[in-house]
């Protein structure tokens, strides 16, 4: 005997009653993307010794990028859908946490603002243990311990492994 195996709902094709937006957004960006790397490749000045010159991959990535978002966009108005995993348990129905992103956001923000003040070595640890805060861990000590610790490194493997200088703010002189 045959069983004959419907895919999950998730899977199937909707009506048009239920367009998910995001990918529609998502098809936009790509759009963009690839419009302005294909402009910017026009700009760019070309040897007259190089026959290919540095204008081709520029155009091979934009000219990808918006086939891709034309055909996700044609996807996404026919009611084509994502698929969950299925090693997970997701719902695709949950809105976003903007709490959480909101909080990443500051942190990031604080971060850019407050890293030539006081150095890579602080700021970054701030970014590590804020990141680690806003994401629910619920160990301020060991989050700011393990900060300290991989900005710090962090901050030696650019100066010392690849040369390159980071701001040591008010630690200037002690690292």
Known sequence: MTETRTPPAAAEPHDGVHQDRAQLGLAAALFLGGAYTVY?????????ADPVGPRVFPYVVGSVLVVLAVLLAVATLRGSRPEADAGEDIDLTTPADWTTVAKLVGILLFTIATVD??????SGAVL???AAWSL???????????GL??????????WV???????PGILDGIL
Do not use: K, Q
């Not at 492994?161 to 701001?167: R, S």
């Open 40 to 48: 910017d490749a026009t700009t760019l000045e070309v040897g007259f």
């Open 117 to 122: 003040l006081l150095g890579w070595a602080i």
């Open 128 to 130: 590590f243990a804020g």
């Open 136 to 146: 629910g861990s619920g160990t301020l000590v060991r989050d700011v311990i393990a």
């Open 149 to 158: 610790v991989l900005s710090v490194l962090s901050w030696y493997g650019f």
């Open 161 to 167: 492994g690849l040369g390159i200088p980071l701001t």
